[in-house]
């Protein structure tokens, strides 16, 4: 019976370790080189990000982050540092921004192929590396800068490191976890040590492991951990202190709770609870939060009820195997008697059991924990490569069953086989079905022009307050095809072909070319995607405006938005070099289906995450009512003023026969307060 806990040991069946990263980095540079060039930062956190990495490189400040001149305390420094010496290296732009991304991807890979090679097999380790480069969750969410790929690779490395180092008995690989541990803590904050506590500790207890305590350098370790993440927490908390008396969870000017208030109440327990304040974020419907995995760790997902299947029906011998001394009886060597290398083989058994218990209690914690929690889309991407390496174990273990002449007359084998081949069969009767619809879209709109602002001809619906990474996706209407015509193309033959290629393979018994394929398939529909991502910049990135600012402008001119500072944070991240000031915020902001006036520390929770900074009493001035941006606009040096569509009509009425149109792109706009030359 193939067990994702214990499987048949054959001959070592896959691509050499050559061919396999030969493959792994065209997939890499096809589906992650790409987003370090094009689209250019995104507005909202893309771009809010690059602006706190963009001050630390300037100002040399590397303790306390700061967006368009306000403290920015939400957030752990270790993604921003990095960034930051990239910036210094090869200058303030997209690539340098997104670049720790894919490095993290290439490391992911490099992790996953490891460890699921040493516990499942060669063939698991290039399924391995191939899920974690080809799923649509981690392409998608690499596609702009947020810690989440950065996190999952340190977290796999340490979960990595402390599995190897009980089977070792290293020092060097608790040093290593525990490093990486620090490091974790510096990227997204304390849940990075619960994360690995809640799959650790659980195998340590179930694997009698605990008695070897010692051997977990808890002392000198925890030194290291110390002294690698305590520092800055430290410093930030003394550069950041509370200001005034502050009560309660409502800042007030002048009365405002430091660093270690803010960061690990407010942003870690009241965020978790969904208390926190100010509250500018959503969550995902239940249905579709656990739905959604489905699409994140697609196409491998198509295997995931030949996992959990497997795991059903061997679920009386989940224990077997983990505790050190399990099997330790006459028989059970006996069963093993004939091989050669019966040691080692009950070696890596006991690997492979404990680290599907490690890599499974992990995966499942981090789902279950952000289905409580406020979550956003990709919260749970360190979960996927765990899964990602299980789904590869299984595959792998069914495929290597079948090939195996002892094993092709079991009735169990070929009932498993089904699995993986119905799979591919739903995966090609729905590719086809994908690029008919495609095709009848290309159809429908060969008589449409082309338009280069996709922006224009997207619906609004406003889906989650687009608090949602997602949300502009259901902004797609008929005529915006027109404008992705050549990724709609490559996706219609892709998706046409290759999954149909993949089920013939897998029907033909080619099982190592059928996942291949599949994989392949995949990464070039990334491709596809990506280009069609790239279509839409106009609407989710400013940079544009920015450039026309540049072009146009002063250094001397002021940039407003009407609105709040998301909304056209890549427009601050661009001509921040050129201005050398802040962007001045004035109007409203949508929240919670509300227009809140945009103001210094809002008692509404207006400003998102720049409120508690302005709080502060050094803060910058840059929130402007609308009385003193009436009595200002038009006197002094130029001003610029920006707003999205929702907001036009109100800068169009404050501002009524004093505004000069300057540029309309998708659905922002930029005037002046006087003429162009």
Partial sequence: MTNILETKTHPQRGLSKTTAWTLFAVIFFAAQIGSLFSPPLLDDADASHAQAAQYMAQSGDWVTLKVNGIRYLEKPPLPYWITAGLFRMFGENAFAARLPNALAMLGITCVAWLWAGRAWGRRAGLYAGLGILTSIGPFLFTRFSIPEAVLSFLLLFALYSFITGLESRRPIRFYGMWAALALALLTKGLIAPVFFAAAAVPLLLLSGQWRRWRDLKPMTGLLLFLAIAAPWHILAGLAN?????????HPIPGNVHGFWYFYF??????RFLGTRYPHDYNRMPWVWYWLAHLIWLFPWSLFLPATLAVAWKTRRSWLQHVRRDAGQTVDFYMDYAARDDVASYVARLKFRV?????????????LLFFSLSTNQEYYTFPAWPALLILIA???AGIEEDTCSPADTSSSGINKRIVWLTGAQAVFAVAGAAAALALGWGLWESRHLPFVAD???LLAHRDVGNYTLSMSHFFDLTGPSFAALRLPAILAAFTLLIGPAVSWMLRL??????????????????????HIA???????????????????KGSPTDSFIIYGDQSDASSVVFYTHNYLHKPA?????????????VMEACSPRGAGSSLLWGSCYPDAPKIFVSEDQLSKEWGAGNRKWIFAQDTNQDKVEKVLAGRLYSVQTIADKELWTDRPLP
């Fill in 354 to 366: 404990r680290s599907a218990w490690l890599l499974g209690m992990y995966s499942a914690f981090i």
């Fill in 265 to 270: 109440l407010n942003e870690h327990v009241f």
């Fill in 533 to 551: 991502f790239a279509r839409f910049e106009p609407m989710l990135s400013s940079k544009q405006i920015a450039d026309t600012i540049v072009q």
């Fill in 241 to 249: 202190p509370d200001q005034g008396h502050p009560v309660g969870n």
């Fill in 584 to 596: 001045d915020l004035t109007g409203y902001s949508h929240l919670d289906g509300e227009d809140v």
């Fill in 393 to 395: 174990g299984v595959v």
């Fill in 508 to 529: 033909r018994q080619r099982h190592i070319a059928a996942t291949t394929t599949l994989a392949l398939t995949c990464a070039l529909f990334l491709v596809a995607a």
């Fill in 454 to 456: 996709i922006g224009t």
